[in-house]
């Protein structure tokens, strides 16, 4: 055997030293990622918590969730306190009209008391006529005391059943604590 070379300990202190931020950074979540311990599902199957519907033909929901606008949900009666995040699942839905367009509905959510504008995340396309478009969507979002964001555009106006009408229907599925 060798005698050991002079600063060998000096690198073997660095070497564990590394190795060990390297794993306690492994235990940490990722920047910009939440994490929880608890999963809360719906337990009476198919029972659905809606929490997000509108129809642009009817009118209804339009005035919760009005176009193009960041509209606050609040879910914090139905998931318990210090929810960290919620899963929706649901459709997007188009209904095309008689009028030839492209008939696009696209999504984007927030955090709830964010400024910042975000793009979407969620898309439905329909572009034939007389045709319909059911796009299911399903998403992990973070919630801020039980609420987060949610804005919705359309590519066209007009009224059906000459232009397209869209809606959509998102159920709360499970939670995140």
Partial sequence: MSEPVEGQSKRA??????????????CQPPAGFVEGTTLGVV????????????????GEGMAAFPENEWSTVDVSQVIPAGAKAVYLSGLLIITHGTVEELCDLTLAYRNDGDTEEYSYIAQAVETTVDAGQRTPH?????????????????????????????GMNLSLVAYLR
Wanted: glycine share 6%; with cysteine; net charge positive.
């Fill in 138 to 166: 399903s998403i992990w979002i973070p919630v801020r005391e039980g609420r987060f964001q949610i804005k919705w555009r359309r590519s066209t106006t007009g009224k059906w059943p000459e232009h397209c009408a869209y």
């Fill in 13 to 26: 202190r660095f070497r564990l030293t590394v190795a060990m931020s390297l794993f306690l950074a492994g």
């Fill in 43 to 58: 337990a009476h199957s198919p029972k659905q918590i809606p929490v997000v519907f509108f129809n642009s033909h009817t």
